[in-house]
């Protein structure tokens, strides 16, 4: 019963992994025109950083989009040797804003993997609002790694999305629902 209840600790506060560099957006490169350690593919002005409307630290990942689309891929990563892998964000849309939708993405060895549901306008139980909520993504079976491992974001649609806070964990994170249901 007391080994129960350690690794029921364990999963309601796991242990983030260092991955990524950058990954809560703090720093921007000189001209502030894009996160460090993240490449951007979306017009100039649409992903900015934000001060002001934060989860936590010194800035959000702001993403405004009149409409069509906006992506950030991330700086090449190790992947975790577990062989699965959850992320964590928060987000939310400014005010009463219109909602984009926003996907997560794995790209493994130059191809673009979508192995979670959306989050934002349409995307059934996974809405956003302009309250910061967090939204877990989890991998049981990473694909095998050759060349290339990147976390991006893709952002369709119109509207504008805050993000903050990415942490990733080696083991299948529990969201808060699920942690209180344990």
């Not at 983030?16 to 593919?41: H, I, K, Y």
């Not at 349409?122 to 910061?132: C, H, M, Q, S």
């Not at 079976?141 to 990415?166: N, Y």
Request: proline residues 7%; hydrophobic residues 40%; charged residues 20%.
């Amino acid at each position: 019963i007391q080994q129960l209840g350690l690794r029921a600790g364990q999963l309601r506060n796991p242990r983030p992994l260092s991955l990524l560099q950058n990954a809560a957006f703090e720093e921007w490169d000189a001209a502030g025109q894009e996160p460090l350690a993240w490449t951007v593919r979306a017009a100039p002005g649409v992903v900015t950083l934000d001060r002001r409307d934060k989860f936590q630290g010194d800035a959000a990942l702001h993403i405004r989009l009149p409409n069509g689309s906006a992506g950030l891929r991330s700086a090449s990563l190790v992947p975790p040797s577990a062989g699965r892998l959850s992320i964590s964000l928060r987000a939310k849309v400014p005010g009463s804003s219109q909602q984009p939708l926003v996907r997560l993405v794995l790209e493994v060895d130059g191809k673009t993997w979508y192995p979670w549901s959306p989050i934002g306008v349409g995307a059934d139980g996974r809405t956003l609002t302009n309250e910061w909520k967090e939204f877990v993504f989890r991998v049981s079976e990473l694909p095998q790694v050759e060349q290339s491992f990147r976390v991006g974001l893709e952002v369709g649609g119109a509207g504008e999305v805050l993000i903050d806070d990415l942490q990733f964990f080696d083991i299948l994170v529990l969201d808060h629902s699920e942690q209180n249901a344990l």
